[in-house]
């Protein structure tokens, strides 16, 4: 049995995925452009920098067990260390 391969169809599935090789290309260079950066600086809510635990002024640093460490405050919740 013999299989007649067309050039026709050939070249035409070569050239379509070259189109989307350079459409996919495109959409990525154009995502990437256009990401937006976390290039930011996290703050504490008075406006100074965490510490090196990631704590903000008046709060410690505390080993809750299970929980891990936790920033707390004098008079509230504690919550995870900012990042």
């Given at each position: ?42 703050t ?7 510490d ?32």
């Open positions: 049995m013999k299989i007649k391969l067309n050039w026709k169809i050939i070249l035409i599935c070569v050239v379509w995925f070259l189109v989307g090789g350079f459409c996919g290309y495109g959409i990525a260079l154009y995502a990437g452009n256009h990401a937006h950066s976390a290039d930011y600086t996290i504490c809510p008075d406006g100074g920098a965490v090196e635990n990631g704590c903000c002024a008046g709060e410690v640093y505390t080993d809750m067990g299970d929980l891990g460490f936790n920033c707390c405050p004098a008079d509230g919740d504690c919550f995870p260390p900012i990042k």
